[in-house]
C-alpha cells in the first residue's frame, strides 16, 4: 500500500499583507508506505494538521491529489470517499473526539456500528482492542470519565477496529504522561510493524525514536530529515 | 443491530432530559391542534346533530315563548321550561295550505329529580304523529313506548329499569338514548298520555302557577314539514299571519344563530393555534439549533469515523422523527383524554351543542394532527441538521487545542 | 446512573405533587355540586369526601416514596398506592352515584378531572415502577 499526496496544497480564505488567501499547507509531496511509521514534526501552526485532513480525505486541497494506491480520494462523491475513509483509514483526532452518549465500547465500535456492521466478531475484536491498549476494564464507562490518556487509547482502539491500512494520528502525545507516551508510542510502532501506513503529526521529539523517517513542517511546506 | 441500539435511539435515551424536554415542545404542538381541532368539529358534529334531531322545518310555540326567550333557551341551551297553548290550534294550522306532517308536543320542567335537586326537561310527544323524536328513539328503543314508561337522554344518570319520581308519579326508565350533544340529551321522553298524568300531577301540587290550565286540552309546542312545492317562508307567513296567539319559528333561522356563534369559536380557536404552533416553533428551532451547536464535535467524529453528509442528516432527522412522534402522540393521547373528558363541561361553557366525532373521524383527525405535529418538529429542525451535514469536520475536530 | 436517579427523583417529586393536587383541587377546585339553598347535600358530595379520603391516603405514601432509599421498600409504596390511586378513581360516578345530570358540576368537571390526574399517577407509578426495578438491577 501506498499513500501519496502530490503537490498538495491548501489556501484559506483569510486577509492578510494584502493578500485575500493563505497557504496554510503549499505544494507538498509525500509518499508513505506499508509497515512504516512516519513522524510529521512542526510547530503548532505550521499546517500539520491541514496535511493530515487532507491525507484522511476529510479535507479537499485547492491543489493537487492525494492518492491511496491508484485511487484519488476526492474525485470520489461524499457517500463514496466517507466509506472509503471507513474501510482503509483509522484517524486519531486531537482532543476529546468521542461521542458522549455512548459507553468506551461503542465508541470503538462506531466505526462498524454506523455501517450497521456491529457482530458478536467485531464486538470480540473491540474488546482484544481494548484490552491491548490497556483500557478494557473502562469498556461501560462514559468518555466523560476518562483520563486524557485513557482516552487517546480509546482513540486509537476505535481508529483500529476496521483493520485499515493506514492510521493518521494528530497529536497523539500531546497532554500525556512519559509514561503514556510511551506506552502510546509503541502501540503504534507495533500498529506500523504489522504492515500498515502510520503517520503521526507531532510536536513531541520522543516520537522521533520510533519513527522510520521524519518530516519538518514549517509554514505549510515540508523538508524530509535525513 | 437491533433498533434499540441504533445511533440516534441511542443519542436520545442517554440523554433523557434534552430528549423529555423535546418531548414536551412536540407534545404542545400536537396537543394544541388536535385539541382544537376537537373542540371544532365537535362544535360542527353538535350542529349537525342538532339539525337533524330538529328534523322540522317549523316550530310553532305560544307568541309569548317567543319573546320570554324560553325557546332558544330550551332549544340551544337545554334549560327547562314549560309553556302552553290551547290544542285547538293544531287544527287550525293543519288547514293551513302548505303544511304536510304535523306532531305536536308537550313540556314539562320536574321540579325535583329523585336523586339530586335539578330540573328536568320532560317532553311528551304523540307516537302516532311524531316524525322527529321517534327516528332518533328507533335506533336503540324499537316498542312502543308505554303508558308511565320514559325514555331518557344520555346526559341523565338513569338507565333502564330504573324507576323516576317526578310530581309523586313514579315513572319507569325504558331505555337510555344515544347521545346527540344537543338539549335533548338532558330531557325525558314520555307519549301523550304519560306526559298528561304528569303535568295533572303538577297542577296538583301547586308548583307552578299553571292559571286554569286544563291538562287535556293543551299543546306546547307543534312541528310542522312543508309540502313539497311550498316555500318553508310562504307557509312561515301564512301561519302567523292567520292563526292568531302563536309564533312560527323557522328552526333553520335558529340553527344560524348557532352556526354564528360556533364560527366565532372557531375563528378564537384558530387563531389560539395559529400563536401557540408559532411560538412553540420558534422555540423548537432555538432549542435545535443550540443543541446542534453543542454537538458539533460528536458530527464531526461521526464524520471522521466514514459517515456521509447523507448519514449525519440521517441520523438527525431519525432522532427529531423519533421525539417528535413520541412527543406528538404523547400530545394527542392528553388532547383526546380531556377534551372527552371533559366535553359536558366545554359544551355548557360554550352554550352550544357539542358532540365529539366518532371513532372513525376520531382517529383521521388524531393521524392528521400527529403528522403535521411531526412535520412541524422536523421542519424545525431542519435547518440546524442541514448546518450540521455542512460543518467543516477538519476545523470542528482541531477545535479544543488548535 | 446519574441521569436514572435524577429521573426517579423527579418522578417522586411529581407524584407527591399530584397526588396532593388531586386531595386539594378535589376539595377547593373541581370539587362537587354545591350546596342547596337548605344547606343540604346532594350524594356526589360523598362521592367528594371518599375521593379526597383516599387521595390523602395516597400523599401519605407518596411522601413515604419520597423519603425512603431502600428500592425494594420504594416498590412497595408504589405498588400500595395503585389500588388507593383506583379507589379514588373509582369512588366518584362508580362507588357512590353522582348527581343526574351530565352537565352538572359534579359530572362534567370532578369526575373527568379526578380520572384525568388519578390515570396520570396510574401511569407515572408504572413509569416509576420500571425504572425503580431497572436501578435495582
Given at each position: 500500500?501506498?499513500?501519496?499526496?502530490?503537490?498538495?496544497g491548501r489556501r484559506f480564505f483569510r486577509k492578510r499583507n494584502g493578500s485575500n488567501f493563505f497557504y496554510a499547507?503549499q505544494?507538498?509531496?509525500?509518499?508513505?508506505?506499508?509497515?512504516?511509521?512516519?513522524?510529521?514534526?512542526?510547530?503548532?501552526g505550521?499546517g500539520?494538521?491541514t496535511?493530515?485532513?487532507?491525507?484522511?480525505?476529510?479535507?479537499?486541497?485547492s491543489?493537487?491529489?492525494?492518492?491511496?494506491?491508484?485511487?484519488?480520494?476526492?474525485?470520489?462523491?461524499?457517500?463514496?470517499?466517507?466509506?472509503?475513509?471507513?474501510?482503509?483509514?483509522?484517524?486519531?483526532?486531537?482532543?476529546?473526539?468521542?461521542?458522549?452518549?455512548?459507553?468506551?465500547?461503542?465508541?470503538?465500535?462506531?466505526?462498524?456500528?454506523?455501517?450497521?456492521?456491529?457482530?458478536?466478531?467485531?464486538?470480540?475484536?473491540?474488546?482484544?482492542?481494548?484490552?491491548?491498549?490497556?483500557?478494557?476494564?473502562?469498556?461501560?464507562?462514559?468518555?466523560?470519565?476518562?483520563?486524557?490518556?485513557?482516552?487517546?487509547?480509546?482513540?486509537?482502539?476505535?481508529?483500529?477496529?476496521?483493520?485499515?491500512?493506514?492510521?493518521?494520528?494528530?497529536?497523539?502525545?500531546?497532554?500525556?504522561?512519559?509514561?503514556?507516551?510511551?506506552?502510546?508510542?509503541?502501540?503504534?510502532?507495533?500498529?506500523?510493524?504489522?504492515?500498515?501506513?502510520?503517520?503521526?503529526?507531532?510536536?513531541?521529539?520522543?516520537?522521533?525514536?520510533?519513527?522510520?523517517?521524519?518530516?519538518?513542517?514549517?509554514a505549510g511546506?515540508?523538508?524530509?530529515?535525513? | 443491530?437491533?433498533?434499540?441500539?441504533?445511533?440516534?435511539?441511542?443519542?436520545?435515551?442517554?440523554?433523557?432530559?434534552?430528549?423529555?424536554?423535546?418531548?414536551?415542545?412536540?407534545?404542545?404542538?400536537?396537543?394544541?391542534?388536535?385539541?382544537?381541532?376537537?373542540?371544532?368539529?365537535?362544535?360542527?358534529?353538535?350542529?349537525?346533530?342538532?339539525?337533524?334531531?330538529?328534523?322540522?322545518?317549523?316550530?310553532?310555540?305560544?307568541?309569548?315563548?317567543?319573546?320570554?326567550?324560553?325557546?332558544?333557551?330550551?332549544?340551544?341551551?337545554?334549560?327547562?321550561?314549560?309553556?302552553?297553548?290551547?290544542?285547538?290550534?293544531?287544527?287550525?294550522?293543519?288547514?293551513?295550505?302548505?303544511?304536510?306532517?304535523?306532531?305536536?308536543?308537550?313540556?314539562?320542567?320536574?321540579?325535583?329529580?329523585?336523586?339530586?335537586?335539578?330540573?328536568?326537561?320532560?317532553?311528551?310527544?304523540?307516537?302516532?304523529?311524531?316524525?322527529?323524536?321517534?327516528?332518533?328513539?328507533?335506533?336503540?328503543?324499537?316498542?312502543?313506548?308505554?303508558?308511565?314508561?320514559?325514555?331518557?337522554?344520555?346526559?341523565?344518570?338513569?338507565?333502564?329499569?330504573?324507576?323516576?319520581?317526578?310530581?309523586?308519579?313514579?315513572?319507569?326508565?325504558?331505555?337510555?338514548?344515544?347521545?346527540?350533544?344537543?338539549?335533548?340529551?338532558?330531557?325525558?321522553?314520555?307519549?301523550?298520555?304519560?306526559?298528561?298524568?304528569?303535568?295533572?300531577?303538577?297542577?296538583?301540587?301547586?308548583?307552578?302557577?299553571?292559571?286554569?290550565?286544563?291538562?287535556?286540552?293543551?299543546?306546547?309546542?307543534?312541528?310542522?314539514?312543508?309540502?313539497?312545492?311550498?316555500?318553508?317562508?310562504?307557509?312561515?307567513?301564512?301561519?302567523?299571519?292567520?292563526?292568531?296567539?302563536?309564533?312560527?319559528?323557522?328552526?333553520?333561522?335558529?340553527?344560524?344563530?348557532?352556526?354564528?356563534?360556533?364560527?366565532?369559536?372557531?375563528?378564537?380557536?384558530?387563531?389560539?393555534?395559529?400563536?401557540?404552533?408559532?411560538?412553540?416553533?420558534?422555540?423548537?428551532?432555538?432549542?435545535?439549533?443550540?443543541?446542534?451547536?453543542?454537538?458539533?464535535?460528536?458530527?464531526?467524529?461521526?464524520?471522521?469515523?466514514?459517515?456521509?453528509?447523507?448519514?449525519?442528516?440521517?441520523?438527525?432527522?431519525?432522532?427529531?422523527?423519533?421525539?417528535?412522534?413520541?412527543?406528538?402522540?404523547?400530545?394527542?393521547?392528553?388532547?383526546?383524554?380531556?377534551?372527552?373528558?371533559?366535553?359536558?363541561?366545554?359544551?355548557?361553557?360554550?352554550?352550544?351543542?357539542?358532540?365529539?366525532?366518532?371513532?372513525?373521524?376520531?382517529?383521521?383527525?388524531?393521524?392528521?394532527?400527529?403528522?403535521?405535529?411531526?412535520?412541524?418538529?422536523?421542519?424545525?429542525?431542519?435547518?440546524?441538521?442541514?448546518?450540521?451535514?455542512?460543518?467543516?469536520?477538519?476545523v470542528?475536530?482541531?477545535?479544543?487545542?488548535? | 446512573?446519574?441521569?436514572?436517579?435524577?429521573?426517579?427523583?423527579?418522578?417522586?417529586?411529581?407524584?407527591?405533587?399530584?397526588?396532593?393536587?388531586?386531595?386539594?383541587?378535589?376539595?377547593?377546585?373541581?370539587?362537587?355540586?354545591?350546596?342547596?339553598?337548605?344547606?343540604?347535600?346532594?350524594?356526589?358530595?360523598?362521592?367528594?369526601?371518599?375521593?379526597?379520603?383516599?387521595?390523602?391516603?395516597?400523599?401519605?405514601?407518596?411522601?413515604?416514596?419520597?423519603?425512603?432509599?431502600?428500592?425494594?421498600?420504594?416498590?412497595?409504596?408504589?405498588?400500595?398506592?395503585?389500588?388507593?390511586?383506583?379507589?379514588?378513581?373509582?369512588?366518584?360516578?362508580?362507588?357512590?352515584?353522582?348527581?343526574?345530570?351530565?352537565?352538572?358540576?359534579?359530572?362534567?368537571?370532578?369526575?373527568?378531572?379526578?380520572?384525568?390526574?388519578?390515570?396520570?399517577?396510574?401511569?407515572?407509578?408504572?413509569?416509576?415502577?420500571?425504572?425503580?426495578?431497572?436501578?435495582?438491577?
Amino acid at each position: 500500500m501506498i499513500l501519496k499526496a502530490e503537490s498538495v496544497g491548501r489556501r484559506f480564505f483569510r486577509k492578510r499583507n494584502g493578500s485575500n488567501f493563505f497557504y496554510a499547507v503549499q505544494d507538498v509531496a509525500l509518499t508513505l508506505r506499508s509497515g512504516q511509521l512516519v513522524a510529521l514534526f512542526g510547530r503548532s501552526g505550521s499546517g500539520k494538521s491541514t496535511l493530515l485532513n487532507m491525507l484522511s480525505g476529510l479535507l479537499a486541497p485547492s491543489d493537487g491529489c492525494v492518492l491511496l494506491d491508484n485511487t484519488n480520494l476526492y474525485q470520489m462523491e461524499d457517500g463514496a470517499l466517507s466509506q472509503f475513509r471507513n474501510e482503509h483509514f483509522g484517524v486519531i483526532p486531537q482532543g476529546q473526539a468521542a461521542l458522549q452518549s455512548l459507553t468506551v465500547l461503542e465508541n470503538v465500535l462506531l466505526p462498524c456500528t454506523l455501517f450497521h456492521d456491529s457482530t458478536p466478531q467485531t464486538e470480540a475484536r473491540a474488546m482484544a482492542l481494548l484490552e491491548q491498549t490497556g483500557i478494557g476494564d473502562l469498556r461501560d464507562v462514559r468518555p466523560s470519565e476518562l483520563s486524557g490518556g485513557e482516552m487517546r487509547r480509546m482513540a486509537i482502539a476505535r481508529s483500529l477496529i476496521r483493520n485499515p491500512d493506514v492510521i493518521l494520528a494528530d497529536e497523539p502525545t500531546a497532554d500525556l504522561d512519559d509514561e503514556n507516551t510511551k506506552v502510546v508510542l509503541k502501540l503504534l510502532k507495533t500498529v506500523a510493524e504489522q504492515g500498515k501506513i502510520v503517520f503521526i503529526a507531532t510536536h513531541d521529539k520522543d516520537t522521533f525514536d520510533y519513527a522510520d523517517a521524519v518530516y519538518h513542517m514549517d509554514a505549510g511546506k515540508i523538508k524530509k530529515e535525513e | 443491530m437491533p433498533i434499540f441500539k441504533s445511533i440516534p435511539v441511542q443519542n436520545c435515551v442517554r440523554r433523557p432530559v434534552r430528549t423529555a424536554a423535546l418531548i414536551l415542545l412536540s407534545a404542545f404542538l400536537s396537543f394544541s391542534v388536535l385539541a382544537g381541532s376537537l373542540v371544532i368539529s365537535g362544535l360542527r358534529n353538535g350542529l349537525n346533530s342538532l339539525e337533524t334531531r330538529l328534523g322540522a322545518d317549523i316550530m310553532v310555540v305560544p307568541y309569548e315563548a317567543t319573546t320570554k326567550a324560553a325557546l332558544s333557551g330550551l332549544i340551544l341551551q337545554g334549560n327547562p321550561g314549560y309553556f302552553y297553548m290551547n290544542k285547538s290550534v293544531v287544527d287550525r294550522l293543519s288547514s293551513v295550505s302548505g303544511v304536510g306532517q304535523i306532531s305536536e308536543q308537550f313540556f314539562l320542567a320536574s321540579s325535583t329529580a329523585s336523586c339530586c335537586s335539578y330540573k328536568v326537561q320532560i317532553i311528551g310527544f304523540d307516537p302516532e304523529t311524531d316524525f322527529t323524536i321517534s327516528p332518533w328513539v328507533q335506533r336503540t328503543y324499537e316498542d312502543e313506548l308505554g303508558d308511565m314508561q320514559v325514555l331518557v337522554g344520555s346526559s341523565i344518570n338513569a338507565f333502564k329499569g330504573d324507576e323516576l319520581t317526578f310530581y309523586g308519579s313514579t315513572v319507569q326508565v325504558a331505555a337510555r338514548l344515544d347521545n346527540t350533544g344537543t338539549y335533548l340529551d338532558t330531557a325525558v321522553y314520555a307519549n301523550e298520555d304519560t306526559i298528561k298524568t304528569l303535568i295533572s300531577a303538577a297542577k296538583e301540587k301547586k308548583i307552578f302557577n299553571f292559571g286554569d290550565v286544563d291538562p287535556q286540552q293543551i299543546v306546547s309546542c307543534v312541528l310542522i314539514n312543508v309540502d313539497d312545492g311550498y316555500s318553508v317562508e310562504e307557509v312561515l307567513n301564512d301561519i302567523n299571519l292567520h292563526v292568531k296567539g302563536v309564533q312560527a319559528v323557522q328552526t333553520q333561522s335558529m340553527i344560524s344563530d348557532v352556526a354564528g356563534k360556533l364560527s366565532g369559536v372557531s375563528d378564537m380557536t384558530g387563531s389560539l393555534i395559529v400563536v401557540v404552533w408559532l411560538l412553540v416553533i420558534m422555540i423548537m428551532s432555538v432549542a435545535f439549533f443550540l443543541i446542534s451547536n453543542e454537538r458539533k464535535k460528536e458530527f464531526a467524529v461521526l464524520r471522521m469515523v466514514g459517515a456521509s453528509r447523507k448519514k449525519l442528516l440521517s441520523i438527525l432527522m431519525k432522532e427529531t422523527v423519533l421525539v417528535s412522534a413520541l412527543g406528538s402522540a404523547a400530545g394527542a393521547a392528553l388532547a383526546i383524554v380531556l377534551v372527552s373528558a371533559f366535553s359536558n363541561l366545554i359544551e355548557s361553557m360554550l352554550d352550544l351543542p357539542f358532540l365529539i366525532p366518532e371513532i372513525g373521524g376520531l382517529g383521521l383527525i388524531t393521524v392528521c394532527s400527529i403528522a403535521v405535529s411531526v412535520a412541524a418538529g422536523t421542519l424545525s429542525a431542519s435547518l440546524s441538521a442541514y448546518r450540521i451535514s455542512r460543518i467543516d469536520t477538519a476545523v470542528v475536530l482541531r477545535g479544543d487545542n488548535g | 446512573m446519574k441521569s436514572n436517579y435524577f429521573a426517579s427523583k423527579l418522578l417522586s417529586i411529581l407524584l407527591l405533587a399530584l397526588s396532593a393536587f388531586l386531595t386539594l383541587g378535589t376539595q377547593f377546585v373541581f370539587h362537587a355540586c354545591d350546596a342547596g339553598a337548605d344547606g343540604s347535600h346532594m350524594v356526589c358530595h360523598w362521592a367528594q369526601q371518599g375521593t379526597i379520603g383516599a387521595a390523602g391516603v395516597l400523599v401519605l405514601l407518596h411522601i413515604f416514596h419520597l423519603l425512603t432509599r431502600d428500592a425494594r421498600s420504594r416498590a412497595a409504596f408504589l405498588i400500595a398506592g395503585l389500588p388507593v390511586t383506583v379507589l379514588a378513581m373509582i369512588l366518584p360516578g362508580g362507588l357512590i352515584p353522582l348527581c343526574m345530570m351530565a352537565d352538572m358540576r359534579c359530572q362534567a368537571v370532578m369526575r373527568p378531572a379526578v380520572l384525568t390526574v388519578g390515570g396520570l399517577i396510574l401511569v407515572l407509578t408504572v413509569i416509576a415502577l420500571v425504572l425503580n426495578f431497572k436501578r435495582e438491577r
